[in-house]
């Protein structure tokens, strides 16, 4: 079994070698130290597990070492121990990141389940990071603008929170990435992280995405289908382009977020779910809201923590680190030696408008490394396909959003038998406008 490392620091000799006797004869690896600068120096070159630590010192007060210690290496659990226990001092000890606290006289049963409880909890906490670390792959937020280090800074304070938190951003500017780091911040990481897509789904469909529902709910409606808000039970689910969500699913996803239940249409029970809401859009919904297509209550329940992310351009110091990352990955993804990019493209690159932010810059990277054979990336590469990515990006969007509506409609023509009346029940709009879609999208059977 891996020996757990315990440091003893404490300023009576004679405790000192107390303790490592009793340790050492439990098969813990111990070492000692008489004072605080010493106990300090074995910290940074030993790995240590554990520290019970005085709070008494001849060279510095225990409270102000702990929180030295934790400062510096977080990961360390540490014991407090005093011969003057007051709960004051028990009380600061914890709130600086002690784990627990013991008396002198110190009593040896007492020591050991001690150590034995706290060492339990710093097995789990190191496990859990590692699972946090090996979940958040491929999903770094690289930059160190100020920009990126403030949204960093407050993914580290919410993420662990139950709060709703809304993400603002142009396209491109990493809100999903954001979202899913709250997710694995947080106590649900284990759990699903199910993302709606708002502006993906025409109005008629949205509902039943949401929420699901039961069999004969409607014409069409063979199975029972569960909504996205019952798959991210005990999780995270992240309605993405909320702006775009129609009024009358705004009302269900509201009752949804403030009671803690769903119903599935047609049906008649109500579900309790325990689901953490976080929400984007790149639109103002302020706008939205003075245009009367997004509900002012809806908002005020969204807007709970809000998380802005700048514009690329408007943190040029991170273009050039971001653009090296995706050169690198791009470049071990498709097997080629790494390509390297000019001084005078990257001065082309911090000056560029970036209308489609890091997606855009994370795409170029990836041109770059299928289609320029030359190891050396100059301006004039650069240029060129920045030129044709621009003229594809829109009218691939539009692209998609049709796809996903055509496919929609002939399904539900499916599922009616060609029935149009039926057809256009199932999909909650009139027969003339299927008509017009149909011919529109040039479905025929
Ligand atoms: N700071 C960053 N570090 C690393 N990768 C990033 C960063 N920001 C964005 N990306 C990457 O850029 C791409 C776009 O990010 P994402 O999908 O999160 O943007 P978005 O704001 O949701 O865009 P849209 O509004 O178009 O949906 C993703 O591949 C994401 O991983
Ligand atoms: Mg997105």
Known sequence: MNKFKILIIDDEAKICELLKEILDAEGYETDTALNGADGFEKIKKDNIDLILLDIKLPDID???????????????????????????????????????????????????????????????????????????????????????????????????????????????????????????????????????????????????????YEKGAFTGAFRRKLGQFELAHRGTIFLDEIGDMPLSAQAKVLRAIEDKEIGRLGGTRSLKIDVRVITATNQDLNHLIKEKKFREDLFHRINVLKIELPPLRQRKEDIRILAEYFLRVACMDNNCPLKHITKKAYKFLENYSWPGNVRELKHLMNKIVILIDENRIDITHIKKLIKKERASDMSQFKEAKQDFERRHIISALEKSEWHIGKAAKILGIDRSTLFRKMKRFGIKR
């Open 62 to 212: 225990g409270i102000t070492l702990l929180k030295k210690i934790k400062k510096n290496f977080s990961d360390v659990s540490v014991i407090m121990i005093s011969a003057f226990g007051t709960v004051q001092l028990a009380v600061e000890s914890l709130k600086s990141g002690a784990e627990d606290f013991l008396e002198k006289p110190l009593e040896t049963t007492r020591v050991l389940i001690t150590i034995k409880n706290v060492l339990e909890k710093y097995i789990l906490r190191k496990e859990r990071n590692l699972y946090k670390k090996e979940l958040l792959k491929g999903y770094e937020i690289i930059g160190r603008s100020e920009g990126i280090k403030k949204v960093l800074d407050l993914i580290k304070k919410i993420g662990p929170t139950n709060s709703e938190v809304l993400i603002l951003g142009e396209t491109g500017t990493g809100k999903e990435l954001v979202a899913r780091n709250l997710h694995i911040m947080s106590e649900r990481a284990g759990a699903p992280f199910i993302k709606v897509n708002c502006a993906a789904l025409p109005g008629e469909l949205i509902e039943s995405e949401l929420f699901g």
